[in-house]
């Protein structure tokens, strides 16, 4: 299940079996090869600092030969967008839909992240630095940045709405302003881990999440 999926949805259906398919073609595991390369540069640099040049550079191929595959910088930084979303679908919210539906759940979706975002300070997370680059820059590149941000914050909404449903939670639990305090707990962590360095950003964020739902919980 996608992150947009269970937003629109109460009730989780299973993926749908997928039949035999053969493995991509060569142009696709190409292109894959480039955008997995492109990632890694962006989260060095940021999505402003790739270039078709260097990603060239670094895939050693012809600039024409990367350019063939996206056409324009700005298509390869949504590609970037794009492929980080999925990552972080698969790392943080699918792992999350193991455990039971409420308050589990809903702390496993914040363990996730949090443990995402500690492995992230050294290279550091798209969301945050692409929001630090493109927030005054309306075109495309914000557009994808927006949407896969808008998916997982609804996300946590949804997550919260669930456990106010199952009765984890006060009724009177504001979803939205919950999942805002959440949101914000990771953008702490990241600042205090990423550039202030505090090892005990990790424990503060934990006992704050803990301290949200103690105010929140019957």
């Known amino acids: 299940m996608t992150i947009a999926s269970h937003t629109r949805s109460t009730a989780e259906r299973p993926s749908p079996v997928k039949g035999p398919h053969k493995g991509p073609h060569k142009g696709q595991q190409t292109k894959a090869a480039i955008v997995d390369t492109a990632l890694a540069l962006a989260s060095q640099v940021g999505l402003e600092g790739l270039s078709i040049g260097a990603i060239a550079e670094m895939m050693q191929m012809s600039k024409s030969g990367v350019f063939a595959h996206f056409g324009s910088r ?73 949407d896969t941000v808008n998916t997982w914050q609804a996300a946590i909404h949804r ?14 639990t504001d979803p939205a302003q ?32 803990d301290n949200l739902l103690a105010r929140h919980q019957p």
């Open 74 to 146: 700005e298509e390869l930084q949504i590609s970037v967008v794009r492929e980080y979303h999925e990552r972080f679908e698969r790392e943080v919210f699918v792992p999350a839909l193991k455990l039971p539906r409420g308050l589990p759940r809903l702390r496993a979706l914040f363990d996730n992240w949090m443990r995402q975002t500690s492995t992230e300070i050294d290279s550091g997370c798209i969301y945050i630095s692409g929001a630090v680059e493109f927030d005054d820059r309306p075109g495309p590149v914000r557009d994808a940045l927006v």
């Open 178 to 209: 919950l999942a805002f305090e959440i949101h914000g707990l990771i953008l702490a962590l990241h600042y205090e881990a990423r550039f202030l360095r505090n090892p005990q950003g990790l424990q503060r964020a934990r006992q704050g999440f």
């Open 159 to 172: 997550a919260v709405q669930i456990a106010m449903a199952e009765g984890h939670l006060k009724p009177d």
